[in-house]
Structures are given as C-alpha cells and as structure tokens.
Nanobody
C-alpha cells in the first residue's frame, strides 16, 4: 500500500525556516519523481517543487526559487523540503505526492499525503 506522510510543519515567524519531510512506504522511492504542493485557504493548489528519482533534476516555482530546496534520501525513503526566508504568503497546507513516473513534471501525481500545515506569522 502506497503511503506518503508529511511532517515538520508548524508556526514560524517571517524570515524563519522549516524543513518538511515526506516519508514514503509501499513502493521504491528511487523509481519515482516526487513533488511538493501547497494550498492556501481560498486558493488553488500550487506546485512548489519537484525532484527526479536520482536527484539530478529539480523544479521550483518562481515564488519559492532561491528560498526553498528540495532533496531526497532514497535510503531513508524520505523527501525533504527546506524552506528558508519564509514569508506570510507561504502559509498553506503542504502536501507531497508521487508521480506516475520518473519525469519531473507538473502533472501526473497519483498518490498524495495528508498534508502538514505551515503558518508564517509574527
């Protein structure tokens, strides 16, 4: 059974940092591209960052480029999203998802975690 479990969210002040984790089980993590998405209240879900199975290809949304870093440790079955210089507009529920294949893409994500709340506020 494919499972993705996010953790690491919380309340942080503007300018602060958080590291989200996505723990995968039920499949071989090193075979699939993984994505991080977020959804703020009243807004559409946004693709934040994607990573290829071998960590050699990544994508970042313009809104997070230079502040967020995606990485993965296939030996630990975990994908990470390090978020620096956080802004109030980064407040959202963050989800990780598994792609149907190995290509870094905005589409084709078939399995989703339950999400973790990130709130950036003073």
């Amino acid at each position: 059974q494919v499972q993705l479990v996010e953790s690491g969210g919380g309340l942080v002040q503007p300018g602060g940092s958080l590291r989200l984790s996505c723990a995968a089980s039920g499949f071989t993590l090193g075979t699939y591209a993984i994505g991080w998405f977020r959804q703020a209240p009243g807004k559409e879900r946004e693709g934040v960052s994607y990573i290829s199975p071998s960590d050699d290809n990544t994508y970042y949304a313009d809104s997070v480029k230079g502040r967020f870093a995606i990485s993965r440790d296939n030996t630990k079955n975990t994908v990470y999203l390090k978020m620096n210089s956080l802004k109030p507009e980064d407040t959202a529920v963050y989800y990780c998802a598994r792609n149907i294949g190995s290509e870094v893409s905005r589409e084709g994500y078939e399995y989703w975690g339950q999400g973790t709340q990130v709130t950036v506020s003073s």
